[in-house]
Nanobody, 127 residues
Framework: QVQLAESGGGLVQAGDSLRLSCVASGRTVATFGMGWFRQAPGKEREFVASITWDGDITTYADSVKGRFTISTNSAKNTVYLQMNSLKPEDTAVYYC????????????????????WGQGTQVTVSS
């Protein structure tokens, strides 16, 4: 079994920064990419950012481009999400996903391409 554990969420003010981490542990599986998604109350889970496991290719939702940065440390089995210039509309539970799907690169923003998910970490941005 593969476990993902997110951390780094919290309550901040608009304009502040947070850095989320997601550590993978458990059974060793082939990994093609990692992604961050978020879900606000009453809304569907939405794509935030993704990265290939070698770190070469990143993809971002338009709403976070220029403010968020995704990165990996494969030696530590960790993916990060640096979030700057946070806005109240960024408030959500943030989830990381891990993909062992060979088709990952063709649709990294699709939730179903991810095989494993963490429990999420709450990010709240006050105005």
């Amino acid at each position: 079994q593969v476990q993902l554990a997110e951390s780094g969420g919290g309550l901040v003010q608009a304009g502040d920064s947070l850095r989320l981490s997601c550590v993978a542990s458990g059974r060793t599986v082939a990994t093609f990419g990692m992604g961050w998604f978020r879900q606000a109350p009453g809304k569907e889970r939405e794509f935030v950012a993704s990265i290939t496991w070698d770190g070469d290719i990143t993809t971002y939702a338009d709403s976070v481009k220029g403010r968020f940065t995704i990165s990996t440390n494969s030696a530590k089995n960790t993916v990060y999400l640096q979030m700057n210039s946070l806005k109240p509309e960024d408030t959500a539970v943030y989830y990381c996903g891990r993909s062992s799907n060979i088709d990952y690169a063709s649709r990294p923003s699709t939730p179903t391409i991810y095989n494993y998910w963490g429990q999420g970490t709450q990010v709240t941005v006050s105005s």
